[in-house]
Structures are given as structure tokens and as C-alpha cells.
């Protein structure tokens, strides 16, 4: 990857129209300084907490971070990589292979917390000549915590602007055709490769329950890309299971959960279960720690033997492909 693209600035000539690529965010390093101010920043968010500030600052600044910045640096240290975070290095090279097929735009990526910022990548567009705009959270499903979430930060730097640009956003892609495609593809392909077990385990990244409740479109999303794509590899409902991880605090959130179900599976005889997480576009702390360590422990203590995790579609051709002509789809009828 060339070193102006790491530094934000994409290697194409000035362009008219941008596309803005939005992951969740990292700390900038494996250390519980770096972790405690960006989870600082991550849970500050009401989109993402969704409680009175004056109720919830004192816990995460009192209790959380303190008692969880050193916890979480140490799984970050397990995963980091040469090229630093594994979920940015990762949401790069899928940004940088996007460039690579989409001359016709600027393609810039940014992170929701910590850097890249958005605010500094929108800056960097308008100083290119900037006039239309559009948006791509790198999130197939739609929730308020992440999505919504996104477009906050973007109306907040937008509405300081002068003169704004034309703007669009993609809301989700959980059913897109070429996602799907590019998903079964890639779910075939290790199978065919390293075997195929007993079941396939979809774990998307869980919520609480009254998100759901509130209006959130999320789990019914998760479940139509889940069946989707269940039958494009011509599977029946015993051999596949739909499950939400990362369940934070005591109140319900979206079920059945991940852990507890593979401590199931396990307990009737399954013993080798195949795992992909269709809600992440790239690798990250939850599907290479809580996954790839934490669940399959869990599901070897339990009884079983191999949880195989299947990774993410990262910057794969059809995943880029996929992306690309689903942006394209977005921008038909604005001008040249």
C-alpha cells in the first residue's frame, strides 16, 4: 500500500465525486492508554449507549475504563499485527483495491472513533474540489449504533460547510446480490479446501433487545442475509444457526448468543462447527480474539473439538467487486 494512501490521501488525480468508506474504529496502539480513549470515545456515543449522560459518564469514566482498558489492551496485543490493527490495515487494503477499480471516484476511508477521522477525510475531499459525496458504512446491516451512527458524524462535520457537497448514504446491503454472491463464494471455497463441518454458525455482532424494540431494523436484517445466503449453499435449517456475540452488561440482548449456543451444540454430540460472521467486512478484535480464541475454547471445553472460523471477506475480488457496483448503483443519475 503506498504511504500516501496510509496517510489519507488517495493516489488518484482530484475528482468530483467521493466515496467515503466508514468502519467502527481501533486504538491507535495495544495499550491501555490507546484503548481507554477510544473506548471512551466509542461508548461516549449515545448512538451507542443509549442512556442519560449524567447516568452513564460517571459508570464508563468511574468504572469501565479503568477496570477494562488493560483487559481489552491485551486481547488487541494478541491480534495486532506489523501493520498495526489488524481492522485497519484490513479496511486499507479493501479501500485501496476499491480505488484500484473505481478511477471515476475518490475513494477515501475513515473511521467512525479514532483515526483516520472523518472529519479530517471530509476536509481532505473539499480541498480536492469535492461536489458530490457518497457515503458507504462498511456495515451490511442497518443498526442506529452503527450506521446512524456514522451519519451523525458526517451531518456534524458537513453542517460547518459553506458550500456543501451533493450527499447520498447507503443505509445497508444485506441482501444485496453481489455481497451474497461474493459471501457463498467465499464460505464454498473453504469448504472445499479445508472440509466442511457439522454446522454453520452465523454469528453477527449482537444489541440490546430494546434497540430492537425501539424500531431498529437490525435483527430482521441480519436474519434475511442470514437465510439468504443459507440458501444459496443449499442449505437445510438443521445444518445452519443464526447467533449474536458480544453481548455487553446484564441487560437482554438480541438472542440465541453465540457462546451459550456452541456450549449447546457441543452438549448434543456436535463436535465440528464451522463459524462465519456475515455482519463484519473485514477481520477485527471480535472475529480474530472472541471467536478464533475465546468461543472456540469455549466450545472445545464444552465437548466439542474444532470451531473453524471462516474468515472475513476482507479485500477479496468479490467483495470489492461487490462493493464497487453496489456504489455505482448509488450514484447513477448524478452528473458527470
Request: one cysteine or more.
Amino acid at each position: 500500500m503506498s504511504p500516501r494512501f496510509r496517510d489519507g490521501v488517495a493516489p488518484v488525480p482530484a475528482t468530483r465525486t467521493g466515496l467515503l468508506l466508514v468502519n467502527l474504529g481501533t486504538p491507535d496502539a495495544p495499550t491501555a492508554g490507546a484503548v481507554r480513549r477510544y473506548l471512551g470515545e466509542f461508548l461516549h456515543d449515545y448512538r451507542v449507549v443509549e442512556l442519560t449522560r449524567w447516568l452513564w459518564c460517571p459508570i464508563l469514566h468511574g468504572i469501565i475504563l479503568p477496570l477494562r482498558s488493560r483487559k481489552v489492551a491485551h486481547k488487541y496485543a494478541s491480534i495486532w499485527t506489523d501493520k498495526g490493527s489488524p481492522l485497519l490495515a484490513l479496511s486499507r487494503d479493501l479501500a485501496e483495491a476499491m480505488q484500484a477499480q473505481m478511477p471515476e471516484f475518490e475513494v477515501r476511508l475513515a473511521m467512525r472513533y479514532g483515526q483516520p477521522s472523518i472529519r479530517a477525510e471530509l476536509q481532505a475531499m473539499r480541498a480536492r474540489g469535492l461536489q458530490r459525496l457518497l457515503v458507504l458504512p462498511l456495515y451490511p446491516q442497518y443498526s442506529a449504533s452503527t450506521v446512524a451512527a456514522v451519519h451523525d458524524a458526517v451531518f456534524a462535520e458537513l453542517r460547518q460547510w459553506r458550500v456543501m457537497p451533493e450527499l447520498r448514504l447507503i443505509n445497508d446491503y444485506h441482501v444485496d446480490e453481489g455481497w451474497l454472491d461474493a459471501l457463498a463464494a467465499s464460505v464454498q471455497n473453504h469448504w472445499d479446501l479445508h472440509g466442511r463441518g457439522e454446522i454453520l454458525l452465523m454469528s453477527f455482532h449482537g444489541v440490546p433487545q430494546r434497540f430492537i424494540a425501539a424500531g431498529d431494523p437490525y435483527a430482521r436484517q441480519c436474519e434475511l442475509g442470514a437465510r439468504a445466503l443459507a440458501q444459496r449453499l443449499q442449505l437445510d435449517d438443521s445444518q445452519w444457526q443464526l447467533t449474536f456475540q458480544s453481548r455487553f452488561g446484564r441487560e437482554p440482548w438480541l438472542q440465541p448468543y453465540t457462546d451459550e449456543t456452541l456450549k449447546a451444540m457441543a452438549a448434543r454430540g456436535v463436535r465440528n462447527v464451522d463459524m462465519v460472521c456475515p455482519g463484519f467486512a473485514v477481520d477485527c478484535l471480535e472475529t480474530l480474539e472472541e471467536n478464533s480464541v475465546e468461543n472456540a475454547a469455549i466450545f472445545r471445553e464444552a465437548g466439542g473439538e474444532t470451531l473453524c472460523y471462516i474468515p472475513a471477506l476482507n479485500s477479496s475480488p468479490g467483495h470489492v467487486a461487490a462493493l464497487a457496483a453496489l456504489a455505482r448503483r448509488h450514484v447513477q443519475g448524478w452528473p458527470h
